[in-house]
């Protein structure tokens, strides 16, 4: 509901259709000119804090319990700490590729639920539609073929997550230096049936996304854009690799401030800055300083990042995304959603390679080494590079736990869509539903996971306040309602 | 004297043999009564009282009662299993049982058994009592948050092992399991192999750098309730 205290304050709270609960802030100037929009995430959660005293080994599947839409990255990242912490980093390929199915399967899940349950609405809808037909139900209704996709996706995702780490959320497949089952013949069979269909299914939806962006290019081009550093992790050979890799960071030109960076040492090149507004934390590239060394992660970055995409179809997608910019990174927060797709069409393939991979029905599942007190695991999550950083005592229990979370490096990009967004379209103008809705995408188009990023759980509800030139709130939007 | 104890437990008659208690002719008779303290390598304790039966009408620890002739035995009773689930809903409102992130879940008997009862969530509130870990030991890790003070250990530990490592300190809500020693879990003589470890029948006893080793679906408890192993038995008996 809407209650403006004064007329230049706008709140929208919750945001929509997005993981986790948050509210956007637009203040207005006495022409009602936008002055300042913020994205605000209101959770706590401070398992970076409980977790002391529990013993490693406990982690990967505590740690994952900040999230239930992706929570395999959790584990994952958790996990890669806890192989270096008992010296078994050397996984045997065995474990390494059961990890990687599993990772695979979460990010062939997790983005098609992004695509097709929280986006499609406003791509097939358009951003003005009725907010009672612009939902998943609408969809469904008008374009059923797609959502039994979307839904079927996402189930193959989830079963892959399910054979691999025992349960389709909070699994405990990964153990540190391993995993605890490899996948038996009949598990591979049931999945090598339907992977032609999900692979041919990622196609389309990619084409979805792909011909959405070109018929709209005009006004997606500058819808929320700006110039941006980016940060992922890239294979050795500069491969785009989503489960491990070396850090790599570019300027918005393409330049390189850091290349094939051993993520143990990622503390000397990010640092983390604390603002009183959010319990999201603002991370930014040491060398660049904090006003400009704030980055972007996730699918726009990788595929900018990378070199290559290791499987033909997503390399040859990854070909003709470049092309739009000739080479150079592509700055469009809208584009977003086309890597997005890549990444699902390269998800499905590496699938593909991996049920017709006879290590994973090997039996030498964990190796063991020289025992860490430190240790630092990274994983490129569906919405971009997890940081887990931990240390443990020689009792075996967490003394100090670090996370940088997908969303957290996220924060400035998200604050900057918001504010050029709510500069290009609230300005000097009656606030509508449709307009509001417009800031949402922008923060949709980073598929934030709000709860994750607070180190804290649930829906992304999100609210937008309007603050006057003086700092009060004079309009409060939530959902569906009116800003006055 | 007859060598046999003839008895009924829920109208189903059922031989005991002398010395035997409720519990133990019960499964031998594949009847399950539900347990957490007893366990058959130990001497009874009776303290947990979830084997509470009603013996010709009057409740008893079937765990302690030794069995008589003409013993009319009721257990798998509306009353009595309403009685179970306060008491093991009490179990886990009076520690901090986490089972989703718990190594022992899935081979925890207080979990299955819960799963048994059918508790979905405990009618009293949690206590969230303020308890320590101790991991001390190289190879053995106490977790107090989940202990429920069956003195499994404690017997299995002077018993079995030939030891006294573990006992009790405090009374009431303030009872807590510790050890002999007067600092920590390294400075007593508690060795990984020894029975007392791995008797505890919740997570709060554990072999260190172990857990999650066997995958969910081939846990102890994932296919099949606690106490279905007992009545395989009658079900077997009843087949031949």
């Known amino acids: ?484 | 004297m007859s060598d046999t104890i003839p008895f009924t437990i829920d109208g189903v008659a059922v031989e005991g043999r002398p010395g035997q208690t409720i519990l133990q002719a019960a499964d031998d008779a594949g009847i399950y009564i539900p347990r957490l303290c007893a366990h058959k390598e130990l001497h009874p304790f009776g303290s947990c009282r979830v084997c509470t039966v009603k013996v010709n009408g009057r409740p008893q620890s079937a765990c302690t009662m030794p069995c008589a002739k003409g013993m009319v035995v009721e257990n798998n009773t509306p009353e009595l299993l309403e009685h179970r689930r306060g008491l093991v809903e009490m179990l886990f409102v009076e520690g901090n049982h986490y089972c989703m992130f718990c190594e022992k879940s899935g081979n925890c008997e207080l979990q299955a058994l819960a799963y048994r009862l059918g508790i979905m969530a405990p009618r009293y509130p949690f206590q969230f009592p303020d308890r320590n870990v101790d991991a001390s030991h190289p190879d053995v890790l106490i977790d107090r948050n989940r202990c429920i003070l069956c003195a499994r250990c404690v017997r299995a530990s002077h018993d079995l092992d030939g030891k006294n490592v573990f006992q009790f300190v405090g009374r009431g809500s303030k009872k807590r399991i510790w050890i002999n020693a007067e600092a920590k879990l390294k400075d007593t003589n508690l060795d990984v192999t020894d029975k007392a470890v791995e008797i505890c029948p919740v997570g709060a006893i554990l072999k260190k750098r172990q857990g999650y080793a066997v995958p969910v679906g081939q846990r102890l408890y994932d296919h099949q309730p606690i106490g279905s192993d007992i009545e395989a038995k009658r079900a077997a008996a009843a087949q031949a």
């Open chain 1, 1 to 484: 509901m809407s209650h403006a205290s004064s007329p230049n304050m706008i709140v929208i709270e919750p945001v929509t259709r997005v993981e986790g609960h948050g509210k956007v802030t637009i203040q207005l100037d006495d022409e009602r000119k936008v002055k300042q929009a913020r994205l605000h995430i209101v959770e706590f959660r401070g398992f970076e804090r409980f977790i002391h005293g529990r013993p490693f080994w406990e982690i990967p599947v505590l740690v994952q319990r900040l999230c239930g839409i992706c929570p395999v990255s959790h584990h994952l990242a958790a996990a890669k700490a806890m192989d270096r912490i008992v010296g078994g980093e050397n996984l045997t390929p065995t474990a390494e590729k059961m990890r990687r199915l599993m990772h695979y399967g979460q990010m062939l899940q997790s983005h098609a639920l992004h695509f097709f349950h929280l986006c499609s609405p406003d791509f097939l809808f358009g951003f003005d539609a009725d907010p009672a037909i612009r939902n998943v139900i609408g969809v469904a209704k008008k374009f059923p073929d797609l959502a039994v996709q979307g839904v079927m996706l996402r189930k193959y995702g989830q079963e892959i997550i399910k054979a691999t780490a025992g349960k389709k959320i909070h699994g405990t497949g990964a153990i540190p230096g391993g995993v605890n089952k490899n996948l038996s013949i009949a598990e591979r069979d049931v999945f090598l049936k339907d992977i032609e269909q999900i692979v041919a299914w990622s196609v389309g939806a990619l084409k979805v996304a792909k011909d959405y962006t070109a018929a709209n290019l005009k006004e997606l081009a500058d819808f929320g854009t700006f110039d941006s550093n980016h940060l992922s992790l890239v294979r050795a050979d500069g491969a785009m690799d989503l489960y491990h890799g070396n850090l790599r960071a570019i300027d918005a030109k393409g330049k390189k401030i850091f290349d094939q960076v051993d993520y143990q040492n990622y503390l000397d090149y990010i640092v983390e800055e604390v603002k009183p507004w959010s319990y999201m934390k603002f991370p930014f590239i040491k060398s660049v300083g904090p006003e400009n060394g704030w980055y972007r992660v996730g699918p726009l970055s990788r595929v900018n990042l990378c070199d290559f995409i290791p499987t033909p179809m997503a390399e040859a997608e990854r070909k003709q995304f470049m092309a739009l910019t000739k080479g150079a990174p592509n700055n469009i927060t809208m584009a977003y959603h086309w890597t997005r797709m890549i990444e699902l069409l390269h998800s499905a393939e590496v699938i593909r390679d991996l049920l017709h991979d006879k290590d994973l029905q090997g039996t030498d599942l964990v190796v063991k080494g020289e025992r860490r007190r430190e240790a630092v695991g990274l994983i490129e999550a569906p919405r971009g590079t997890l940081f887990h950083h931990y240390i443990v005592d020689d009792n075996d229990q967490i003394v100090r736990c670090n996370l940088i979370v997908s969303t957290t490096n996220n924060n400035t990009p998200m604050n900057r869509a918001v504010e050029k967004v709510a500069k290009d379209y609230l300005s000097g103008v009656e606030v509508t539903e449709g307009l509001l809705n417009r800031v949402e995408i922008a923060i949709r188009a980073y598929d934030p996971c709000l709860s994750c990023a607070t180190h804290a759980m649930g829906q992304m509800p999100l609210v937008v306040e309007v603050v006057d030139a003086a700092g009060k709130v004079v309009g409060r939007g939530e959902r569906g309602t009116r800003i006055g």
